[in-house]
């Protein structure tokens, strides 16, 4: 019989709580050699930035088509002015904004179409810059609509205020305080010397 000062005794029971520890530890080790669920895991940890980069990538690549097409738009229209055919049909504003929108495909809004045509003395006085004011407001304050008489210089802008989805993904591509991007087409010209 073993005393419980015999060194065997207390040698027995270490390897026996030893072989315990050891026995709950070989579960949990094979967890971790376990590799069924790494593709799933993995694809969790990166699938919301890669869905955010694709997301950015296709509203840059939708935000510049947008600014081409309405530039064209403005072009295609500002030579309803420039050949005289808008005055001799005593356009407004409005039926200058609908030919403007006829060019537009589905990717804006025509009601948040802004039109700016102005008449100047020279090519160099022409004002083409974005009307945003210091808090990055769009300012509409100076807008007007001539269209100028024969061989007058003109300048046409249209502006559209379109709204972005993946600004806050560290993407940034606002230029207005209320999280929209200001888009421009301008088409500066001198009219035609048509008789009217």
Not at 17 to 27: A, E, F, G, K
Not at 120 to 138: E, G, L, Q, R, V
Not at 185 to 192: I, Q
């Amino acid at each position: 019989m073993k005393t419980p000062d015999d060194p065997s005794a207390a040698t027995g029971a270490r390897s026996r709580s030893l072989s315990t520890i050891l026995s709950r530890i070989r579960p949990s080790s094979r967890i971790v050699r376990d590799s069924s669920g790494a593709t799933a895991v993995e694809f969790g940890i990166l699938a919301l930035p890669f869905l955010a980069l694709v997301g950015a990538i296709f509203e840059s690549a939708l935000c510049f088509l947008a600014g081409q097409i309405l530039d064209t738009a403005v072009a295609d229209a500002g030579r309803l002015i420039r050949t005289g055919q808008a005055q001799a049909a005593s356009y407004s504003s409005t039926d200058f904004k609908t030919q403007v929108c006829n060019r537009l495909y589905v990717l804006f809004d025509c009601t948040g179409l802004t039109i700016d045509a102005k008449v100047y003395t020279n090519f160099t006085a022409a004002n083409t810059s974005m009307p945003i004011d210091s808090n990055k407001n769009f300012d509409t304050s100076g807008f007007g609509f001539q269209m100028g008489g024969a061989t007058e210089i003109v300048v046409v802008r249209a502006f559209y205020q379109f709204p972005l989805y993946f600004n806050k993904l560290g993407l940034d591509l606002s230029n207005l305080a209320n999280g929209t991007r200001l888009l421009s087409g301008v088409s500066t010209f001198r009219n035609e010397p048509f008789p009217w």
